[in-house]
């Protein structure tokens, strides 16, 4: 009320009175700002111990009741280092902002060994923990990480699904997290997925977009892109390199393995990829990226597509990302690292396996004697020690996966949407439909006319699993029935060619048959039928919608303008979330339960649950006290029980 009335005071609304009085007494707005963003986290918080979490896919409360300690490093002599004021050992980054993109690439070829990227940030919580890692837990172990990792060749840390989670389920922002992480990170490079021509987001952006977004990225902190196209198609890709290469970005063209390359008469055989692979290097990159998203090359295929590469291009660094869906991960990178890779990807023990990457350590020590790869393996596994906790704190979002699946050589589903179909079958209480949903996924995936499977794709492919299952479809059904069937939008939109053009065409009749005359069929790629963005407009609109924007809002925008909209709203409501330690984000407050809150540097809140009230029948409203810093507060909020 002390706000409004102030703010809506005539002399306020006159311009002179207002700069004056904010020059005066700044203390008194800095009080009003914080006692405002103290509200609004007991708002949150109050809803919590009302109505519970509402976070999606959010299975009860974390078994870990406390953040996670910090683990100690112990230098060679067993004394513990200080990881916070002792500046980290000088790494990769530091190559690279010295001598640039070309001679960073050259000195990583010319390494002798084979060298790791840690995935823990990115794709290892994507596949295993839905995404939901937060900022907080990441700055948490950012220190203890640029001493452990120190010489790692890059943490990939964003992109890929991390961007709309954070917004979306989170409620944070993506680019805010890639500036904190940068700042306590100063000496490993930092490596993030970009989806070609879709940027973060699943499907086409006009090429503006794309540009204007890898250009953020790259100015708050990213130096490596892993840039990938789902069905390999080199048009939809080059934007992407493209985009990288006007921001100076270090380029990781990348092509996308699916199947197992050693089974014979595979529509992506051997030869297949030596040719994508000639097109990426006739394109111009720093790093060939090889992603094998469903963890189906086997140890001989590395042996066999590494070797091959390595022979005919010496000069060209390899960097080979894997999941560990079938238990052969560390089998396979050992096989590439001794065919020639430069990098290969692992990540942290306690969030390694499964589907995610293989096991950091299990790498270190298989190489061990033959191969370096630049990282102490005892600093890895004391690190792994935070992992082990946080596993605990976000068990609320595992799928409880309980070992290798060597049937993913039959499905091959990329990891992370392996993990998210298994747990959605046993959410519908269809646990044992999972068998039907994964042999559904191999007929969907022929009847698309195999298909590279990753993101879009793998979600076209998905999406038509589901449908099959659902509707009680075989294969031939689905042919017959075309013509009349209503498909998911995925499936229409990869008909029309929205996704871009896959490798032998599209099938046919099947596409006729889907499309009817409902969609078009695409020939060229769908970005050049986009007018670009007016980013000046989008800027001015969303400062009038949402008050302060930068260039990174418009980013967000650009690639999630709904998901962006209800973060922004989120954020009005509750304020910024991401201060909040996980326990108190996920779990409603015991009652007696203190909670320590830092809104800014310097800035403490010491919030106490008192009580809950009873439930007022009129207006469904309930109170809920806290102390805040001593002083009593009582909060009203809807029960939607
Ligand atoms: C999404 O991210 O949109 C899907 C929400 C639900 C995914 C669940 S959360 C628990 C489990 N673990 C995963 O990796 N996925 C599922
Ligand atoms: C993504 O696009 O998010 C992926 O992880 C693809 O593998
Ligand atoms: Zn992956």
């Given amino acids: 009320p002390f706000l409004l009335t102030l703010l809506t005071h005539p002399t306020f609304i006159s311009g002179e009175f207002w700069t004056t009085f904010i020059d005066d007494t700044p203390q008194l707005f800095q009080m009003i ?66 001598h640039g993109p070309d001679e960073f690439a050259k000195r990583v ?167 994508v692979t000639e097109k990426i290097v006739k394109m111009g990159t720093h790093f060939l990226g090889i992603k094998d998203m469903a963890g189906t090359m086997k140890p001989a295929a590395a042996k066999l597509l590494v070797g091959s590469i390595r022979a005919k291009y010496p000069d060209l660094p390899i960097h080979i990302h894997t999941h560990d869906s079938a238990g052969t991960g560390v089998a396979s990178m050992a096989a590439c690292a001794v065919a020639g890779a430069d990098v290969v990807d692992v990540a942290v023990n306690s969030m390694s396996g499964l589907t995610s990457q293989p096991c950091m350590n299990a790498l270190l020590a298989s190489l061990e004697g033959e191969i ?34 060597p049937e993913v050589y039959e499905h091959e589903i990329p990891g992370g949407q392996l993990t998210n179909l298994l ?40 999406d038509l699993a589901q449908f099959m299952v659902s509707n009680k479809l075989t294969p031939d059904d689905v042919k017959r029935l075309a013509s009349s069937l209503d498909f998911p939008d995925s499936v229409m939109d990869f008909f029309e060619g929205l996704i871009g053009q896959p490798y032998g065409g599209f ?30 407009a989008v800027r001015e609109d969303l400062q009038d919608k949402f008050g302060d924007t930068d260039e990174c809002d418009v980013a967000s925008y650009n690639m999630y303008p709904k998901v962006y909209e209800d973060f922004q709203k989120i954020k009005e409501k509750y304020g910024d979330l991401s201060v909040l330690p996980t326990k108190n984000f996920l779990s409603p407050p015991e009652i007696g339960e203190e909670i320590e809150v830092t809104i800014e540097q310097g800035k403490t809140l010491i919030i106490k649950h008192q009580a809950v009230g009873d439930l007022n029948k009129e207006t469904g409203l309930r109170e809920v006290y806290f102390e805040l810093n001593g002083e009593l507060r009582k909060i009203h909020v809807v029960d939607r029980s």
Avoid at 51 to 69: A, T
Avoid at 423 to 437: D, P
């Fill in 109 to 275: 070829r010319k390494f002798n060994g084979c060298l790791i990227m840690d995935t823990t940030w990115r794709d290892a919580h994507q596949s295993l923990l839905a995404t939901r890692v937060r900022t907080y837990d990441l700055a948490a172990i950012a220190p203890t990480t640029a001493h452990a990792l120190a010489g790692a060749f890059s943490l990939e840390c964003w992109g890929g699904a991390t961007f709309d989670v954070a917004m979306r389920f989170l409620h944070e922002d993506p680019w805010e997290r890639l500036r904190i992480l940068r700042k306590l990170v100063p000496n490993i490079p930092f490596q993030m997925l970009l989806r070609g021509a879709n940027g973060v987001a699943y499907s086409s952006l006009p090429d503006n977009a794309i540009d204007h977004f890898v250009k953020q990225a790259k100015e708050n902190g990213v130096d490596i892109f892993r840039v990938f196209d789902s069905l390999n198609d080199l048009e939809q890709l080059k934007v992407g390199v493209d985009a990288v290469k006007k921001a100076g970005g270090v380029v990781e063209a990348t092509v996308c393995y699916s199947g197992d390359m050693l089974q014979p008469g595979k529509k992506y055989d051997l030869d297949y990829y030596l040719e």
């Fill in 33 to 98: 700002s914080s006692q405002n963003r103290a509200q609004k986290l007991l708002h949150y918080l109050a809803d919590l111990a009302v109505n519970g979490s509402s976070i999606k896919g959010q299975i009860g409360v974390p078994k870990l009741k406390k953040h996670p300690d910090v683990p100690h490093l112990h230098n060679s002599s067993g004394e513990i280092i200080d990881v916070v004021s002792t500046p980290p050992p000088s790494g990769w980054r530091q190559v690279l902002l010295e």
């Fill in 372 to 405: 370096d790869t630049g990282v102490n393996a005892t600093h890895a596994r004391e690190l792994d020690a935070y992992w082990a906790e946080m596993r605990l704190l976000y068990s609320c979002f595992e799928a409880d996966l309980k070992g290798p699946d």
């Fill in 423 to 462: 747990f959605q079958a046993q959410q519908l209480g269809l646990g044992e439909k999972w068998a039907e949903t994964k042999r559904a996924y191999r007929q969907a995936n022929y009847l698309l006319g195999d298909l590279v499977k990753v993101t879009p794709t793998s979600k076209v492919v998905g």
């Fill in 507 to 536: 099938p046919e009749p099947l596409r006729t048959d889907v499309l009817r005359n409902k969609r078009r069929k695409l020939t060229c790629r769908p970005g050049l039928e986009l007018a670009p963005f007016d980013l000046e």
